[in-house]
Nanobody, 121 residues
Framework: QVQLVESGGGLVQPGGSLRLSCTAS????????MSWYRQAPGKERELVAD????????NYANFVEGRFTISRDNAKNTVYLQMNSLKPEDTAVYYC??????????????WGQGTQVTVSS
């Protein structure tokens, strides 16, 4: 019933851009904070960015360096990650995550299946 479906990944050249989308269903989207994580082969999953329930605040990993923007459209149950000036080290599977911010069941979390981003010449 609960689903988080990522899309928008693919192959891009260094310096290029991609916009990832994650569309949710099966829960009340505007009660969940949303995050993007990524995981490269042989490395641990790491936080890329997160956003509060109505988009009032955002947070980014240091490696983003102003290149990425997280946003959400609650009317579409969708969170986005705009990625510009991509580098080969951005290559990873990107996952979205939802965490409930209200009671009951505060802290309930859901993960998407991931979308592959490959940055290469």
């Amino acid at each position: 019933q609960v689903q988080l479906v990522e899309s928008g990944g693919g192959l891009v050249q260094p310096g290029g851009s991609l916009r990832l989308s994650c569309t949710a269903s099966g829960f009340t989207f505007n009660t969940y904070a949303m995050s993007w994580y990524r995981q490269a082969p042989g490395k641990e999953r790491e936080l890329v960015a997160d956003i509060t329930t109505f988009g009032g605040r955002t947070n980014y990993a240091n490696f983003v360096e102003g290149r990425f923007t997280i946003s959400r459209d609650n009317a579409k149950n969708t969170v986005y990650l705009q990625m510009n000036s991509l580098k080969p080290e951005d290559t990873a599977v990107y996952y979205c995550k939802a965490v409930k911010m209200t009671y009951p069941h505060y802290g309930t979390a859901y993960w998407g299946q991931g979308t592959q981003v490959t940055v290469s010449s």
